[in-house]
């Protein structure tokens, strides 16, 4: 096996020698002094030992390196050191570096094969520590991914030896996951997450038969996709396109609030209404928080009844809502007692609705957009209906801008309500799917996350609907195949119901402070690796290229069989991705 041979003809550097106490889980090292200016933290190594007979090689990540010196720790010699400066030899020759190096995967070499193992007992003392190189890694990976779809998204910290992952479907056939998995990215502004977000989702889109829906509330996963001249943009939807995939960005002004049964239309429209101010519209119908939900009522019974076969020449809905919306206004004033008891306000109602009808249908006309067909326009069930099945990737891109160019009438609200209606389809295609003994193999990507399932109880009754469906979804799709990735700047504004149900974590810089520490540390299980995730510097203050870096848990790095927790620096996007991927 060439592995072994690279070791035993010193293609690796040599770092060190197991040391004690060891145990199954962390060895300590002795770190050679020719070493010991390297820099060393987070690098990968490996340690040749045996096992029932069989060769093995021991994998591990260093987490810290301690610094002791027996002499120095006596109170009479610090105080000379104290007043006369360093003593020779005493300090720096008797100065002992070591290394923790935490076990993170165990394999048996038996010729040309490489089997996952269990370490049962501690490499003796004189086992020999070496530092993994890049030609023994992709030595490595070449083999492994014999049976594997490899994926690379980082390399192990401060080094330049790249880590495999496997971002499999959640199909049970060969090749997939079984069932779906959820993921969080993590991490301050600027920390890196939406760039190693948009690699996952590369990684992802390998998959053929797997759907991928994007929820972009800042527009910038889509304007990644968008075709553009400038050599120096991304092009993440051609990436995309040669995984073989198709790309379909959804504009908010593409989106309509039809649904086939017309109840449900005219009680979404009830909603949208209850959630438009006084100030942007009612106050031109004269009515105050008390009588805005009894006029809102009231308007809704008029559609339902100008539409319906009470009225002498019922209407068709979407003129009512449209062309003949002055027919509403007329019914809302026959109607005016059913807000105001008092004769005096319902003639009030009625000269305002007079007086102010122009301005009146003038906002009806932004509102009543998402009830009306248009050419390019798409209901919520035809989206999700797309994208069943059929290897796509669909961006709703619901940025404010993309709004305020749509010319509908436009508030936090609607994106929550178009949002939570999202997830419920999305869901109820996932049941359907299931029902039918199959699967809808769909990762759903949340950025900014914490704003649409924030930890506490929202006052927005739209966005607290939104939430309970989120953390419905999450603990009940997992069987029907759809896997969700949340991306937030920090843990403690999501809700825990959401926390708890994430299977995968990377967690860029930025949160080793307060509550935020206190979580990493809880989801984490107090690792190892923390330790190195204290030395993460600002990607945003780096010099020249930037590298952001992240710990990474979870079952999707094939090597690490144990899902312990490592230190990861993210791989150049998009240039550096491509090439290691092979999607040049
Ligand atoms: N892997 C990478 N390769 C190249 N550049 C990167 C990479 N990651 C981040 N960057 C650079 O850093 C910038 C900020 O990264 P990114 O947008 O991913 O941060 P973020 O954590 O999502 O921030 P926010 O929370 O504010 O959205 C990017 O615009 C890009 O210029």
């Not at 990540?61 to 720790?73: A, F, M, P």
């Not at 060969?174 to 959820?182: S, T």
């Not at 009543?368 to 290897?391: P, Q, R």
């Not at 990377?506 to 690792?527: C, K, P, Q």
């Amino acid at each position: 096996m060439k592995l072994i041979k690279m070791i035993d003809n010193n293609e690796l550097e040599e770092i060190g020698v197991v040391s004690s106490p060891s145990n199954l889980t962390e060895l300590k090292v002795d770190i050679k002094e020719e070493v010991i200016g390297k820099n060393l933290l987070g690098n990968l190594c490996v340690i040749k030992s045996s096992q029932d007979g069989k060769d093995l090689l021991i994998f591990g990540q260093i987490t810290d390196i301690e610094l002791k010196n027996v002499w120095l720790e006596q109170s009479q010699i610090r105080g000379i050191i104290k007043q006369k400066g360093p003593i020779s030899p005493i300090s720096g020759d008797h100065d002992l570096h070591i290394g923790r190096l935490s076990i993170i995967s165990v394999f048996s070499v038996d010729g040309n094969e490489i089997k996952v193992e269990r370490l049962g007992t501690v490499p003796s003392t004189n086992s020999k520590v070496y530092l993994v190189n890049k030609k023994f890694m992709d030595e490595f990976n070449k083999i492994f991914s014999k049976d594997r779809k490899l994926s690379f998204i980082g390399k192990y910290y401060g080094t330049d030896v790249l880590i495999p992952f496997e971002f499999r479907d959640f199909s049970k056939g060969e090749g997939g996951f079984g069932e779906a998995i959820h993921l969080g990215i993590f991490g301050k502004t600027g920390s890196g997450k939406s760039w190693l977000a948009k690699m996952i989702i590369t990684c992802y889109a390998k998959n053929a038969g797997m759907s991928i829906f994007i929820f972009d509330p800042q527009g910038e996963f889509s304007n990644d996709v968008k075709d553009k001249k400038d050599d120096k943009k991304i092009k993440w939807g051609d990436l995309l396109k040669s995984c073989g995939k198709d790309v379909e960005v959804v504009s908010i002004g593409d989106i309509r609030l039809i649904f086939d049964d017309k109840d449900k239309t005219l009680d979404v429209l009830e909603r949208l209404l209850n959630n438009i101010g006084i100030e942007d519209f009612w106050k031109y119908f004269g009515v105050f928080s008390d009588k805005k939900r009894l006029l809102i009522r009231v308007i809704i019974q008029s559609i339902k009844y100008l539409t319906s076969k009470k009225c002498v020449v019922p209407y068709n809905l979407e003129d009512l809502l449209s062309k003949d919306f002055r027919e509403v206004l007329k019914e809302v004033k026959n109607r005016s007692n059913e807000v105001y008891k008092d004769d005096k306000y319902q003639k009030e109602l009625k000269r305002s609705i007079e007086q102010n009808k122009n301005i009146i249908l003038k906002k009806w006309d932004e509102i009543s957009k998402w009830f009306l067909k248009t050419e390019n326009c798409k209901t919520i069930a035809e989206i999700v209906e797309e994208m069943k099945g059929k290897d796509k990737i669909i961006i709703i891109n619901l940025a404010d801008e993309e709004a305020r160019k749509s010319g509908m009438f436009w508030n936090i609200s609607i994106k929550y309500f178009i949002l939570a209606e999202l997830v419920n389809y999305i869901k109820k295609a996932g049941e359907e799917e299931y029902l039918k003994d199959r699967i809808l193999n769909t990762l759903v990507v949340i950025d900014e996350a914490h704003r649409f399932a924030p930890k506490e109880k929202p006052d927005d009754e739209e966005l607290d609907r939104l939430k309970s469906l989120l953390i419905d979804a999450v603990r009940t799709t997992r069987k029907y195949g759809i896997g969700w990735m949340f991306i937030s700047q920090t843990f403690s504004s999501i809700d825990k119901g959401i926390l708890d149900q994430l299977r995968v974590f990377f967690v860029g810089y930025g949160l080793n402070y307060g509550s935020e520490w206190r979580r990493l540390d809880e989801i984490m299980g107090g690792e190892e690796a923390l330790n190195i995730y204290k030395t993460f510097g600002d990607p945003l203050v780096s010099c020249g290229e930037r590298k952001p870096s992240f710990i990474v848990k979870g079952p999707i790095i094939p090597f690490i069989p144990t899902s312990k927790a490592i230190a990861i620096d993210a791989l150049n996007f998009p240039e550096e991705f491509k090439k290691c991927n092979n999607l040049d």
